[in-house]
Structure formats: structure tokens, C-alpha cells
């Protein structure tokens, strides 16, 4: 099993360029989340997805769409991207019958907008 | 608010004990977790205690709780230069869904 993989790991984009990021489970899971971690804060919840073609706002979802199309993907786009959107992005997927502690992370995208 | 802290930077010698400490908002969270990051990795949990409890221990790893306080502790024995890494506590926040809220995460740098 892979596990959790996101792809890319680094992309450099420019101040309103658009960009999908991909994560992909290999574990069956029901529920995926998108976080972005920040120097000096905690990982905050984008959005997340509690199986396929569903999605939810999570606690810092503005300037963010999601898509759940298949249950092993879950896509993060940013349509026109911002330097306050610099950021290190980090997927998870838990089963659904699991505590939500138990979230497999992703290895991250770092991301720069200039 | 949902500001869980940390303080940000610890730095300790090979052999010695690190105590990394987290102050968390949300008094109903039936568990707190403690959450490692090592360099260019997600995170994986490192340990959890369940909130009626005082205090866990696990190998070199202990966890504290004073629910009073709403203080959480981390105490690592005997650190390792492998230990280095960036701890995150979390809680468990009941907003119509389960989430995790973490805490802003401690550095900790093991010199030989």
C-alpha cells in the first residue's frame, strides 16, 4: 500500500495563476480532509469529504474548491491563487468506522505564490 | 476561540528529557493527542490520552494532564537526536463534525 500520496510535492505559482492539487488513498477510506500548515500555527481544516461526491467547508476555506469524484481522490484547486495562500498542504484519510485521530497524512505540497 | 498553544522552539542535549508543554481551549475534548513531524513528512500520532485520565505512559514517552488548567505535557526520557522534530497537540472539536484542532506545534532541535 502506498498509502496517503500527494502530488506535487513543490509548485512555484504567480499571483492569480490556477492549480489542482491531487491526493490519492489506497486504503478504502470514506473520509478525506485538506489542510494547509503555516509557520508558527497548527494545521487548519480546508475542507474535507466524508465519501464520494461529497465535500464540506472546513474552518479556512475561502479562495479553495474541492472535488470528490472518486473515492481515492480528492482535489484541492486554487482558481486564482494569492500570496496569502503560500502554504504547506497536507491531505488525510481515515476510515469512516475510525476515531478521528486516526488520520493517515500525506508527505505535503509546498506550495509559493509569488 | 480555538487557539491551542505551544510554545514554538526546545532545544536539548542527547540523554536529557524534553518536556514540551501545550495549553488547550476545549474542556469536553475526551481526548488529547500529541502528533510528530519529522522533516519533509506528514504527521503521525505519537500518543493520546483520554481526558479522565492524569497521566499515560508509554516507553520513553509520557503524557500529563491537568484538565483543571486544560495544560497538556509531553515528556520524552533519554532524548534522541532521532526525536527531532516538530510535536503538535491536538483536541477534538464536536462542531456538528468530529475535527482535530492543533496546537501551533513545538520545534524540538536534539544536539549530540
Known amino acids: 500500500n502506498a498509502g496517503v500520496t500527494q502530488t506535487p510535492k513543490f509548485r512555484v505559482l504567480k499571483t492569480g495563476q490556477s492549480m489542482t492539487l491531487l491526493c490519492a488513498q489506497d486504503m478504502n477510506h470514506e473520509y478525506m480532509y485538506w489542510y494547509r500548515q503555516d509557520p508558527g500555527m497548527g494545521l487548519r481544516l480546508i475542507h474535507y469529504s466524508v465519501g464520494e461526491g461529497t465535500t464540506a467547508k472546513g474552518e479556512v476555506p475561502d479562495g479553495y474548491n474541492v472535488s470528490r469524484l472518486k473515492k481515492q481522490n480528492f482535489l484541492l484547486g486554487l482558481e486564482s491563487a494569492a500570496p496569502s495562500q503560500t502554504s504547506v498542504y497536507f491531505c488525510a484519510s481515515r476510515p469512516q468506522q475510525g476515531a478521528v485521530h486516526e488520520q493517515y497524512f500525506g508527505p505535503g505540497t509546498r506550495l509559493t505564490v509569488t | ?112
Open chain 2, 1 to 112: 476561540g480555538e487557539d491551542v498553544e505551544q510554545s514554538l522552539f526546545l532545544s536539548v542535549r542527547e540523554g536529557d528529557s524534553s518536556v514540551i508543554n501545550c495549553t488547550y481551549t476545549d474542556s469536553s475534548s475526551t481526548y488529547l493527542y500529541w502528533y510528530k513531524q519529522e522533516p519533509g513528512a506528514g504527521l503521525q500520532l505519537l500518543t493520546y490520552i483520554f481526558s479522565n485520565m492524569d497521566m499515560k505512559q508509554d516507553q520513553r514517552l509520557t503524557v500529563l494532564l491537568n484538565k483543571k488548567d486544560k495544560h497538556l505535557s509531553l515528556r520524552i526520557a533519554d532524548t534522541q537526536t532521532g526525536d527531532s522534530a516538530i510535536y503538535f497537540c491536538a483536541e477534538v472539536m464536536n462542531t456538528g463534525f468530529q475535527k482535530l484542532v492543533f496546537g501551533t506545534g513545538t520545534r524540538l532541535l536534539v544536539s549530540p
